[in-house]
């Protein structure tokens, strides 16, 4: 393989592949400094049992869709793959996926988080988000498993001109019992801003998380903050909602139930 970015390496690569589930490790090392071109092939790792890890020394894959069959990832917070296209069966052996591996890095916005966590979620449940700042404009991201380091150091902001939208979903919003799927989804160790790029528009109707129809949905240790319009309502103001659809509407809310959720934790 060149290993330029270029150069068509996609048959040394399903060389590389064959070779490595021959051997008794299983393991095919991309190694740092080379970034292979697979030239939009579709790779069926099912072609190659048993399932082998690609471990990646700092190398990069690009152009191509992977089929996983229990194929193993190692890979530190760097980045692996470069418009590739996930499905079938992966797993990380360090229980994680991250938004680094596919270029979604903090205080970076060259790459829209919620765009980096759906690369991702096709085939990984769980994924973790470092320390720092990761950057969103478009929000409505149904979450699976999700989880930071810590509520005061991993940060997620939603920079936003729009009224009524929301940053995450758990479940189908809306949705009824049949709608629940056997995951428990889940949110942990992050803090989550929306905020308005104008200091000028009063934004309306946001939500930071809805939970809709979902089995056994968890938020723990998690901080939201609606950084513009802030509102906050005395008791007799907040007796007025029960009569008036339109102020619930209208309300800026951390978190709102819409739909058949199972038993929620929330702590």
Same mark, same amino acid.
């Given at each position: ?52 890890? =690609? ?102 902001? =939603? ?10 979903? =758990? ?97």
């Amino acid at each position: 393989a060149t290993g330029d970015g270029r150069t068509d390496d996609s048959q040394a690569f399903l060389k590389a592949i064959q070779a490595a589930a021959k051997n008794d490790d299983k393991i095919l090392v991309i190694p740092h400094g080379y970034v292979f071109n697979l030239v939009h092939q579709t790779i069926d790792f099912n072609k190659f049992n048993p399932a082998v890890v =690609m471990k990646f020394d700092g190398g990069v894959l690009k152009n191509a869709k992977f089929v996983g069959n229990r194929t193993r990832i190692l890979a530190p917070r760097i980045k692996i793959f470069e418009n590739i296209i996930l499905s079938g069966t992966f797993s990380s052996l360090s229980d994680y996926a991250y938004p680094e591996w596919v270029g979604g890095f903090p205080y970076d916005n060259t790459i829209d988080l919620v765009d980096a966590l759906r690369q991702l979620d096709s085939v990984f449940f769980d994924i973790q988000l470092s320390n720092g700042e990761y950057f969103t404009k478009k929000g409505k991201y149904e979450v699976r498993g999700l989880t930071g380091i810590s509520v005061g150091t991993t940060h997620v902001i =939603m920079e936003t001109d729009q009224s009524n939208t929301f940053l995450f979903s =758990m479940g189908k919003i809306s949705g009824s019992v049949k709608d629940r799927d056997f995951h428990s989804r889940y949110i942990r160790n992050l803090s989550l801003h929306i905020t308005s790029t104008s200091s000028s528009q009063k934004l309306r109707g946001n939500r930071g998380i809805i939970i809709g129809a979902t089995h056994r949905p968890v938020i723990e240790n998690v901080r939201l903050v609606q950084s513009r319009d802030y509102q906050r309502f005395e008791k007799f103001e907040l007796q007025s909602f029960l009569v008036s659809q339109k102020k619930v509407d209208d309300a800026n809310v951390n978190i709102e139930f819409n739909g058949d959720s199972e038993l929620s934790i929330l702590n």
